[in-house]
């Protein structure tokens, strides 16, 4: 299995620009979750999708981001415009949904975004 | 609400010296929780987890932890430093299956040779 996929894995936009993170989760996987690594905050959840719904999207900054997952095997996160305190690392991971009690999330490499 | 401190933001050791990073959770579930590691410019790896079951629990490249309910702990340690080591260790906790991870803002190992 090629584990979850990311893309781009580097993206330097200027500030107002739209972006677009792509991620792949692996195949059987129903659980998607976006998160976002800063010097200041650590790494902290934006949203997570099970079966492609969004279940929790609290930790969204602004309207100006934006989470899809259109099917079971894609999910985009938009930022539009975006602005340079949106420089970070954004993870996407995944995890089965089984009937065990626990299930393993599994990372992507990251998406590493600088907003110049 | 759940919350994760993990206390040292840099812990530096010399090599074959003992690791031990430590964790300190809050949640008004039994958790499960988790220690992750990630090297430079790459994504997190578990390392270990606890769920339910035997409290010392052990993870890869010689790493284990125990989980302490009492003290609301889970420290991880390892007996002898590598080179290798060297790279961010977060610890997470999460209160149910499919639910999403809280983090602690990580502790960064160097290994001194």
């Known amino acids: 299995d090629a584990g979850v996929i990311q893309s781009p894995r580097h993206e330097v936009t200027e500030m107002g620009q739209e972006v677009t993170l792509r991620c792949k989760p692996i195949s059987g996987h129903n659980s998607l979750f976006w998160y976002r690594q800063t010097m200041m905050r650590g790494l902290e959840l934006l949203i997570y999708?099970?079966?492609?719904?969004?279940?929790?999207d609290s930790g969204m900054p602004e309207d100006r981001f934006s989470a899809k997952m259109p099917n079971a095997s894609f999910s985009t996160l938009k930022i539009q415009p975006s602005e340079p305190r949106d420089s970070a690392v954004y993870f996407c991971?995944?995890?089965?949904?089984?009937?065990?009690?626990?299930?393993?999330?599994?990372f992507g490499p990251g998406t590493r975004l600088t907003v110049l | 609400a759940q919350s994760v401190t993990q206390l040292g933001s840099h812990v530096s050791v010399s090599e074959g010296a003992l690791v031990l990073l430590r964790c300190n959770y809050s949640?008004?579930?039994?958790?499960?929780l988790f220690w992750y590691v990630q090297y430079p410019n790459q994504g997190l790896q578990l390392l270990l987890k606890y769920t339910t079951g035997a409290t010392l629990v052990k993870g890869i490249n010689g790493f284990e932890a125990e989980f302490k309910k009492s003290e609301t702990s889970f420290h991880l340690t390892k007996p002898s430093a590598h080179m290798s080591d060297a790279a961010e260790y977060f610890c997470?906790?999460?209160?149910?299956?499919?639910?999403?991870?809280?983090f602690g803002k990580g502790t960064r190992l160097s290994v001194i040779a």
């Open positions: 991971a995944s995890s089965p949904s089984t009937r065990s009690s626990y299930n393993e999330q599994f």
């Open positions: 997470a906790v999460q209160n149910s299956g499919n639910t999403p991870l809280v």
């Open positions: 949640s008004s579930v039994p958790p499960y």
């Open positions: 999708f099970n079966n492609n719904v969004p279940i929790d």
